[in-house]
């Protein structure tokens, strides 16, 4: 992934241990000035964060603000602050403090919580610019000044990054621009949990403002298209992509009439059994890549979403079993004009396939004869 751009970042702690309250005339250590974002160290802490997303074990959910309007709540902060012209260092400085302000007050409300570095990047990557939220755990035993310095960076530890969010920009006001049905199927805010239970992540998504957007139309109809083109795009798994597509298919139409939500880790258990002659190591970094394809931030299928009927049928495969004749096509195929690959003249009743491959016309001609 590209290296981000920088606008602004900067570091506070949040401070509680798990099951204790909080010491409420300190909680928080709050920076008043951003970092240098010119610093190496500031740089790489920024870039693991980003790469972190799609990640095996850091797959995002995605969805939008919550509806409430409250003057004090993240959403409307946050809009102002996009609104903002010149988007000013100080405003950016303020949106942070005002974020830590809300983590103290829903932190306090569940016992488990516990307290953390909360790193805050306004940056842009290939031209999109992104709003992140993360959590970041310090090493053991090791002391960080109340400054926050770049210097401190060195003593997170990446590998306990527990909760994130982003932002895109681009996709947030496409949002704001949607009507009410179109904003049903759209999603500009995305978000990482991680740790031993969902309640002790609970206040960090509440603080925010998260709501986990379905947008099922979108991921249903993108969901079986996007898993054969991934398996179309490499060599060893061309032969699988149609019939891996129409597992999927099969799959969501059982999640849907048993009225349970579609998960992307059933996918890659359907995906790993179409690749069991590979060797394990190539077979594990497939499916590590095809589970980061379809959870990035470009293709948008969250970890789970609820099937969506109206779009399911669309996709279904047109499927005919006679004792005779049998035939099994996508429905993207089917047209009405001599240009379609499988063309239905509805005045004859003619069902055409009109653009079969080669080797499959020779075998024709030959049973022909």
Not at 100 to 107: L, P, T
Not at 227 to 254: C, G, N, P
Not at 279 to 294: F, G, T, Y
Not at 341 to 369: H, M, Q
């Amino acid at each position: 992934m590209a290296s981000p751009i920088i606008k602004y970042v900067i570091v506070h702690e949040l401070i509680k241990e798990a099951k204790k309250d909080f010491d409420f005339s300190h909680p928080y250590n709050l920076r008043r000035s951003t970092l240098d974002k010119t610093n190496p160290t500031v740089e790489k802490l920024i870039k693991e964060i980003s790469d972190l997303y799609g990640t095996k074990g850091n797959s995002a959910h995605y969805g939008v603000f919550k509806s409430e309007q409250d003057e004090e709540f993240i959403p409307s902060k946050f809009d102002d602050y996009y609104r903002s012209e010149d988007c000013t260092a100080e405003l950016f400085v303020s949106l942070s403090h005002e974020v830590m302000r809300e983590f103290v007050k829903r932190a306090k409300e569940e016992p488990w919580s516990s307290g953390g570095f909360i790193v805050f990047c306004d940056y842009f990557v290939n031209d999109c610019r992104f709003f992140l939220i993360s959590m970041i755990k310090k090493k053991d035993g090791v002391t960080i000044s109340p400054a926050l310095e770049p210097e401190d960076m060195i003593h997170l530890d990446l590998t306990k990054i527990n909760q994130a969010a982003r932002i895109n920009f681009s996709l947030y006001e496409k949002y704001k621009n949607a009507d009410e049905i179109q904003k049903t199927d759209l999603s500009y805010l995305s978000f990482v949990c991680k740790g031993n239970g969902q309640s002790a992540s609970a206040y960090f998504i509440a603080a925010i403002g998260c709501d986990k957007g379905m947008a099922s139309a979108r991921a249903t109809t993108k969901l079986p298209s996007e898993v054969k083109k991934f398996f179309l795009s490499k060599t060893e798994l061309k032969e699988h992509a149609s019939k891996f597509r129409q597992q999927v298919i099969e799959y969501l139409d059982e999640q849907s009439k048993s009225e349970k939500s579609a998960k992307l880790s059933d996918i890659e258990s359907i995906a790993t059994s179409h690749m069991t002659y590979i060797d394990s190591e190539a077979r594990k970094d497939l499916i590590s890549e095809l589970m980061k394809h379809l959870n990035s931030e470009e293709i948008r299928i969250p970890v789970e979403f609820v099937v969506s009927q109206k779009s399911l049928k669309k996709i279904k495969n047109v499927i005919y079993k006679g004792s005779d004749l049998s035939f099994n096509f996508e429905k993207s195929l089917l047209g009405s004009t001599a240009d379609d690959d499988v063309w239905y003249n509805e005045d004859t009743g003619i069902l055409a396939f009109t653009n079969l491959p080669a080797e499959f016309r020779t075998k024709i001609s030959k049973n022909l004869k």
